[in-house]
Each structure stands twice: as structure tokens, then as C-alpha cells.
């Protein structure tokens, strides 16, 4: 009876509250619309609106939406200053209960862009808690050399704090020690199982449609989930909802085109008018072709052995009060033929909608989304990984003064198909299905005096294949002791169920398959921590948690430090064995030589500091990064092939002449060696494939016999980079774009990996020199 009537308290205490907070809603008004581009009526992001004269305030978000709640009615003047944008200003009367709904627009400013001092990073740096996070905008893409001529995101990727690459060839990203199938992708809240061409320059994504693309490293909170280690968050741009513009251009790596308008046009900008718009983007590789020709002197004019296409496209529709919906579908291939290392290569194809909704009558927002994926890789011999996955999500968002509650769920279903052959010739094939169910909820709230920041959060994770609910706690928080230095922290409980089929003795497997976890029937029934007595495993999920934290510190209002350590601790882990030389199941055999799967634990743990400095023309940044990766595999210790101890980057960027049409960009990358298992030796390995078989007479293979586990370590990795980039307008209309680039400037014989079979080393891109000409109208 006692815990009925604490029961009924609890439910009584919510309703009050409830009650209570509407009823101050209703003696309050709310300030509440968009922002958008006049000029192409594109959503202005994270730009700040404010009431002249008063405290009140806020941020816009990646649809330009922003929310003013808890105001006293009075006679208000909203405000936005931006960078590069006219002021604007707006009179307007509030009264008691309203919910005044604004759409604004921002005009381009005649005034000088390098005179205009930045403030919108300095006010998220104030309002947001930040912690592991790195906000990508196309203005930052376009501030290191563009290999090819377009702005890349996975070149700006491998200058984050924490971030390990493996290179110019190989396309893995690995995030404070995370693998990259523990890194979630989401293109606009669609999962992209690989983001990036086996060729390292370059991602599946047009960085010319790219809005913006955040990149939680560590920490992130309950909106998020199914991954233990990151989560990286991108959204493309609506089309061009005022006129037909597009872009052509071409670079000895490969072409690109896009095409961008309106289907139903609101050029007055009616507030009681809809419009909807478009756009397509097409890139392609032909690099295997060219390079023979461009580039004689790679790999003995054999060329470049990489080639990939990559098509998008997406229609947006916008109704009179903001509500919006966007349908999209692409379709991403990956093809490389490296002679006597791999053939083989992926496809990727998906089709998905989301929309976001206001209601007319309450300051909340409402966001979903549907979708479908199928991503395919395969390899010469008949490997394949096939994924396909429907998934689904509403999300609502409750602004509430300081307070904001965001809150939602997610369903999704998965079918993996594995076929494979490994080192020791048994062929291992395994089909799972699997779904989820998940729901989670986040708290903001702000202090009076904005000095605190906390976020705490939780999430609810049903793994329907494992039976299994995994409860996930999570917190963010920030201190602004000044104006200029803050303390921010995070932590949280994350699971996944995706697992990645690799060989970890190779610095670079292209062959990255990927499948739902394995039932406990083919993982082995215990495991020993390192520092504890062995346990039965009840279930393959995989769980870390993470610990990290650092300061920001602005010396002006020019200059960002920004010093973060982190650690995570991946409590369990599941990966392929590629030992298992034994049927699952044959009596007398120790797991390790039978089950196709083992379980692992690891821990990572580093800091990193960058600093930038960024006024009229010219940005320098500078980031450091100290790792450790070390895992666990109940016997034995290791550190997986992408543990790098030391990682530099440094990124100059200068605009010259009168209009700013020039650019000139550098980029230094310095990064210790990889961890790789030496070769100890060879012998001659002949198939016995019955008990008559003649080894004297029989035709064996190399066999190869390895040392000791990742005991060696690879040459440093060292790298610079230039560009230079022009632009020329024709017309008010017609644009011309140059760019000319030089990857590997110093010719740096930088290891891609070691032919064991020939006992050879293959590098990576020496110098290349590229020339890209573009045409914008």
C-alpha cells in the first residue's frame, strides 16, 4: 500500500507541474519562426535573434528555427546581426498567451566580410554544452586545400581533435578510439553504413549541398544511440527556392555537376505562400583512367586503382507557417582493383523522407522521419556483406523558457547477409534479422544568469534479436566562469548491436563488412577481464561508457583554445575470429579455434588541444591529439592496428585581393606509426583434402607464419598539402572557379601497407599535382 500511494505522489507531482507550467505559458507569450537566406530562401543556421533592449534570446537551429518563450507582453523589437548579412529589424506587440509566429530574412551586407568580427561561434561557445563537439559549416570545408577543386568533408574530417586516419588510400575514420562501424554515419537521419571511398580523399557526400555536419567524438546524449564510440550528424541544403542555378566542373580525379531550383516559387516571400524546390548532385571518379596518363609515376604507371560514383537528390516542401518535408534518395558505388591486395568494392542505395511540423497552438516542434537503405560489399572470390534497414523516428521538442525538453522514439529493422572464406579456408556464412526499438529524452536547462548549463538525459535501447533492453543514463554540462573560460564535462552508458568483420591484422582491410550481432550460440561462453575473474557471457551486446571533459578559453575575441581528455571504456566487444579453423560446435575444440565469433574488451583514452585563430582574412588552426587504444581478448593484451600515439594537424587559410576572390590554404599532417604484426617467416602450406592426399607430390601455397601480435610499429605518416583557389565573376549570374592543388608537396614516401606475399613496401600518394576548372550560373 505504501508504495502505491508513492506511486500515486509521483503521478500526482507531475500532473501539478504540468498544470503549473502551462499556466505560466498562458499568463506569457512566445517569439517563435524562421530565418532564412533572402537570396536563395535557404534556412539561416545558428544565427542569434534577439529583443532589443532586453536579456532574451536564442539560437537558430539546422532548419533556421529559433523560439522565444516566457515574455511578458509588451512591444518588442526583434533583432539579428550575422555575420556577412544586414541587420535586421522587426517591431512587433505581444500580447498575453500569444504565440506570434516570424519569418525573417537576411540580405546580403555590402560591407566588407573581413571587417565583420564573428560572434555567432562565440555565443554557441556560451549557450551550448559542446563537450566532444565540432560544428562543420561549408566555409570551414573551404578553408583547407580541396583536392579536386570541391569542398571535401572527409579532408576536414581528419583535422578534428581525436580523429585517426588511415591515410590517402584505405577511407577508414577512427574517432578517440573508436572503430569506425562504432561511429554512427546519419545523412539526413539516415544511417550511411560507409561514408567515405576507399580512396582517403574523398567521401560519398557533395560538400557543395552540405548545410552543416556535427561530430559528437565522445559523451553524446540520449538523442542518439546504437553506437559506442561517435556519432556524426550531416544535413544537406534545400534547393534554391528563387531561381535555376547550378554548378559544373572537372579535375583530373573526377567531374561533378548539380542542379538546384524551385518547383513552385515564392519570390515576394509571401508569409501565407508555399513553395517547394529542388536539387541534384552527380560526382564521379575516373581516376584509374587518368592517373596512367596524369600520373606516370605512380606505381610504375600502373595508375590509381580507385574509381567511384556518387548521386544524389531531393525535393523540399515549405508551407506558409514553416512546416516542412523533404523526400531524398541517392545511390553511392566504390570500386578498387589493387593487383595481388584487393578487388573488389560497395554499393550503397537508400530512399527516406522527414519533415518537421509546428503546431499552430503550442511552442513545441515536431520532427520524423522514414526511411530505407541497402548497403553491399563484396570482394574477388565471392566474399559478401549485404545490410539492408527501415527505420523510423518522431522527435519532439518543448521550449519552455530555460528549460527545454526534448523527447522522442525510434524503431528500426535490420538484415545482414555474410559470406566469406577465411585464411584457413572454412567458409563461414551467417544471416541475422534484428530490430529495434528505442526512446529516449534530454533535458536543457540554463541558469538565470546563464553561467550553468546541464543536460542530463536517458535513453531506453530494446534489442529484439538479443532480447535484450539496455538502459542508458547520459549528462552533459557547462560552467561559464567568465565570458571566456568555461568547464564542460560529459558522460553516458551507449550499446550497439552492429559489428564489423575485419582482419585486425592488416593496417587497411577494404573489405569492411559489417553484420548484426551473432547469437551467444557462436560466441564462446566466457570471458576473463584483465582484471577480474571470467564470467559467463549471457549476450554479445556491446556496451562502453565514456568519461571526458576539458575547458574553453577565448584569449580575444579571435582567438579559441579549446583542451579535452576523454576515456572509454568498451565493456564488451564482439569480433570476427579469424582463427576459427573448426565447424561451431565440434566436441574437443577450444572456442578460440571453433567459434566464429570472440568477445573482446578495450579502452581508450587520450586529450587533445586545438587552438584557432580566425579574423579578416586570414585563419590558422592547430589541433594536437595524444591516444592510447588497448584491447582485450581474455589471454592477451594488444593495441588494434589504428592506434596512433601522436597526431598533428595545421591548417593556414588566407583571402586576398580586393574582393576576397582569392584563397590560399595549407595543410600539415604529422602522425606516429600504426601498430602491425611483423612476418616471422614461410612454409609451404599444402591442402589436405583427404586422408590420401600426397604432400610430397601435392602443389602447396605460401603459407605465412606471423610474429607477435601488432608487436611492431609502422614509419611516421607525414604529410603537406596546398591550394590555391580563384574566383572569377562573369555576370551577375555566371561565375568561374579555378583551383589549383598539390597533395604530398614534399614527396613523402608515407606506408600504405606491406606486401607479405612479395615481402614489398606500397606507399601511399606521392606528390600529385591537380588543376580544376568549374563554371557556376
Known sequence: MKQRNTLYTKILLAICFWLSANGILAQTGTIRGFVYLNKTGEPALFTTVYLKGTTYGAVTDVNGYYAITHLPPANYTVMITSLGYDTVSENVTLTKGQILTKKLYLQESKVNLAEVRIS????????????????????????????????????????????????????????????????????????????????GLFSVFDGDIISDATVYAGGFNAEFGDRISAIMDIHTRDGDKKKVTGEVDASPFGAHALVEGPLAKNVDDNPNKASASFIISAKNSYLSQTSKAIYPWIDSG??????????????????????????????????????????????????????????????????????????????????????????????????????????????SSTTTNYDFTNSENLYIKENYNSQEINGYVKMKYTSDNKKLILEPGFRLQYYGSLTQFSPEPRF????????????????????????????????????????????TSETPGTFTPQNGAAFTVNNPLQRAYHLTGGFEFDPSQYIQMNVEAYYKDFLQTTTLNYNQIYNNGTPGVPDTLSKPFLIQSGKAYGADISIKYDYKRLMVYTVYSLGYVNYWTGTYSFPPPFDRRNNLNVVVSYKAGKDLSWMFDIRYNYGSGFPFTPTQGYYPMVPFNNINTNYTTSNGNLGIIYGNFDSQRLPDYSRLDVGIDKKYQMSQTVGLHFNLSVINVLDRPNIFYVNRIYDTRVNQLPIMPSLSIGMTF
Not at 315 to 321: E, G, L, M, Q
Not at 483 to 510: C, H, M, P, T, W
Open 302 to 411: 600502373n595508375g590509381i586503382p580507385f574509381n567511384y560514383a556518387d548521386y544524389y537528390g531531393k525535393v523540399s516542401i515549405n508551407t506558409p507557417n514553416g512546416s516542412k518535408i523533404n523526400v531524398f534518395g541517392f545511390n553511392y558505388t566504390d570500386n578498387v582493383n589493387y593487383p595481388n591486395f584487393y578487388t573488389g568494392g560497395w554499393t550503397q542505395a537508400g530512399v527516406g523522407a522527414n519533415f518537421i511540423l509546428i503546431p499552430s497552438s503550442t511552442t513545441s516542434l515536431m520532427e520524423g522521419n522514414i526511411d530505407y537503405s541497402n548497403y553491399k560489399v563484396n570482394q574477388q572470390g565471392g566474399d559478401t556483406s549485404t545490410i539492408g534497414t527501415f527505420s523510423m523516428g518522431l522527435k519532439f521538442t518543448q521550449f519552455m523558457g530555460n528549460t527545454d525538453l526534448m523527447y522522442g522514439f525510434e524503431m
Open 120 to 199: 555567432a561561434q562565440q555565443q554557441a561557445r556560451q549557450t551550448e554544452t559542446q563537450v566532444s563537439t565540432y560544428v562543420i559549416t561549408p566555409k570551414d570545408m573551404e578553408q583547407i586545400p580541396t583536392i579536386g577543386g570541391q569542398p571535401e568533408i572527409a579532408q576536414y574530417m581528419q583535422i578534428l581533435p581525436g580523429v585517426v586516419s588511415t591515410g590517402d588510400q584505405g577511407g577508414q575514420i577512427y574517432i578517440e578510439g573508436g572503430q569506425p562501424v562504432q561511429n554512427k554515419v546519419l545523412l539526413d537521419g539516415m544511417t550511411i553504413y560507409d561514408p567515405f571511398h576507399s580512396i
Open 476 to 519: 552533459d554540462m557547462k560552467y561559464n566562469f567568465t565570458s571566456k573560460f568555461r568547464f564542460k564535462a560529459a558522460a553516458g552508458l551507449y550499446s550497439q548491436n552492429l559489428i564489423a568483420a575485419i582482419d585486425e591484422q592488416q593496417v587497411v582491410d577494404l573489405f569492411y563488412a559489417q553484420l548484426t550481432c551473432p547469437p
